[in-house]
Nanobody
Framework: QVQLVESGGGLVQAGGSLRLSCAAS????????MAWFRQAPGKAREFVAG????????SYADFAKGRFTISRDIAKNTVYLQMDSLSPEDTAVYYC????????????????WGQGTQVTVSS
């Protein structure tokens, strides 16, 4: 069982940066693949970035490549999403998710979800 709590969202101007955090509880956190998703108003939830349990493998949606960086601190049971060069199109609720598939890749079955954190980018 894994419980996830996101933080770090807020209001930022276009071109700015935010770092989202996802604190996880559960003894087996280190074995889970982790990812960030987002959902904008009126749109479907979409994959943003994923990281494997080993931290060796990461994957990104095309819109995130070069701007977003996913990382995880096993000792702190925390996953991060550093977001740079933000644009109004990045406005969404961002969710942290965990999968028993250790890859954290976009096709993995993400069983555990956080409550989400709002990111709003003003123009």
């Amino acid at each position: 069982q894994v419980q996830l709590v996101e933080s770090g969202g807020g209001l930022v101007q276009a071109g700015g940066s935010l770092r989202l955090s996802c604190a996880a509880s559960g003894r087996t956190f280190s074995r889970y693949g982790m990812a960030w998703f987002r959902q904008a108003p009126g749109k479907a939830r979409e994959f943003v970035a994923g990281i494997s349990w080993s931290r060796i493998s990461t994957s990104y949606a095309d819109f995130a490549k070069g701007r977003f960086t996913i990382s995880r601190d096993i000792a702190k049971n925390t996953v991060y999403l550093q977001m740079d060069s933000l644009s109004p199109e990045d406005t969404a609720v961002y969710y942290c998710a965990a999968s028993t598939d250790p890859s954290g890749a976009v096709g993995a079955p993400f069983r555990y979800w956080g409550q989400g954190t709002q990111v709003t980018v003003s123009s």
